[in-house]
């Protein structure tokens, strides 16, 4: 890839020093103690509001600058990722303040789609954004339309997708950019789980050697289910975590035959969070030098807290081994070491061919009709 994005210190650091070419940052709100560091490893800089713009637009002058801008108009089937929200804190709003700041900027940040899937809907939001800003779009050099569209997806239509940007920019004369995010490792991982126990209560309930709160967040963030396939056999059953958490359901499926312990079952579409663990890494790999220079005691013990988390979680995937939990010096990470047993994280392409999977593929329902805004 040519480019990278982030949104962290840590992240515009891995970006620039482990993968080089283009590094742009952007963050909702930049914090005083970490702005020089953090520019001194971008290539562009992105502000959430004029207000920041004006508080560290000065420190980035020989860098390209960009704003991010809120329209009002998205394509969200979740709200919680939606960033035209009701009081959504993401974006500048105010097209007077946006206009006041075009001398100190050459781009604008437009990140208004969540795995969107269609072309033409992206089109109709391109269409508002080019109409809503075509007195501003013609000073800038570049334009960020962020990630959210899913043209990763089978059959997506990716000739009309590019016809759809180059129009504009030849129209406009900007560089367009759009952000990858999980779209280059959908479909490609499972995540392999064993049946441990199984319960009745009103339904069938597999409990299995993991968690959803470890391994596929998203699921309890966005209220969705886990996939397998196929998902039309006679025997249902819930599949559950083994951590504390009530809700710790990865979904209800079914099978071709009655589960028992021991089974294998394969989670499909788990590599946003192996993802996201792994530049959890890097990010702490990047950042030990704030470890050995930092002066705040809490400071230190975030930071080995942090590392000591990843490790447990790298153990937790089998990709180390701990062989005495006495080697933990924290009593609470002894207790968690204690609680977890290690399920495996695995490409699709392996997994495909375990002769001991129960299934794979997408099982969850169709999601809701997106919301599409406009103000």
């Not at 604008?108 to 391109?126: D, I, K, P, T």
């Not at 710790?248 to 499909?268: M, Q, T, Y």
């Not at 530049?279 to 050995?292: D, F, H, I, N």
Request: hydrophobic share 45%; aromatic share 6%; proline share 4%.
């Amino acid at each position: 890839m040519d480019c990278r994005t982030s949104s962290s210190l840590n992240e515009v650091r891995l970006g620039k020093e482990k993968f080089g070419g283009e590094t742009h940052v952007y963050s909702v709100a930049y914090a005083d103690s970490e702005i020089d560091d953090v520019i001194s490893h971008a290539n562009k800089v992105i502000f959430n509001s004029v207000n920041q713009l004006e508080c560290f637009g000065a420190k980035a002058t020989h860098l390209p600058i960009g704003l991010r801008v809120n329209l009002g108009v998205s394509h969200s089937y979740f709200d919680l990722a939606d960033p035209a929200r009701p009081s959504s804190r993401l974006e500048e709003i105010d097209l007077t303040r946006i206009e006041s700041v075009m001398d100190r900027i050459s781009g604008f940040m437009l990140h208004c789609n969540c795995e969107n899937g269609s072309v033409a809907a992206f089109s109709v939001l391109l269409d508002r954004i080019e109409i809503r800003l075509s007195g501003l779009l013609a000073w800038l050099d570049w334009v960020s339309l962020g990630g959210g569209i899913a043209f990763t997806k089978d059959g997506y239509p990716i000739d009309q997708l590019a016809v759809r940007l180059r129009a504009c920019a030849d129209k406009f004369g900007v560089q367009i950019y759009l952000e990858l995010g999980d779209i280059v490792i959908i479909d490609t991982t499972a995540l392999e789980v064993s049946v441990l126990d199984i319960v009745e209560n009103s339904k069938a309930v597999a409990i299995v050697d993991s968690a959803v709160e470890a391994h596929m967040l998203d699921l309890l963030v966005y209220r969705e289910s886990a996939a397998i396939a196929p998902n039309s056999r006679p025997h249902s059953y819930f599949i559950a975590g083994k951590s504390c958490l009530a809700g710790d359901v990865f979904g209800e499926f079914s099978f071709a035959k009655p589960l028992v312990i021991g089974d294998r079952i394969s989670l499909l579409n788990a590599g946003s969070a192996f993802l996201n663990m792994s530049v959890l890494q890097a990010c702490l790999e990047t950042g030990a030098g704030l470890y050995r220079h930092s002066h705040s005691r809490r400071a230190r013990q975030d930071l080995r807290d942090a590392a000591l988390v990843w490790q447990l979680r790298r153990w937790q995937r089998g990709i180390i081994s701990i062989s005495s939990p006495a080697s933990i010096s924290s009593m609470s990470m002894r207790a968690a070491v204690g609680a977890i047993s290690p399920p495996i994280l695995i490409p699709k392409s392996i997994s495909a061919n375990s002769p001991a999977r129960c299934g794979a593929g997408r099982t969850a329902s169709e999601p809701p009709t997106p919301c599409l805004k406009s103000v």
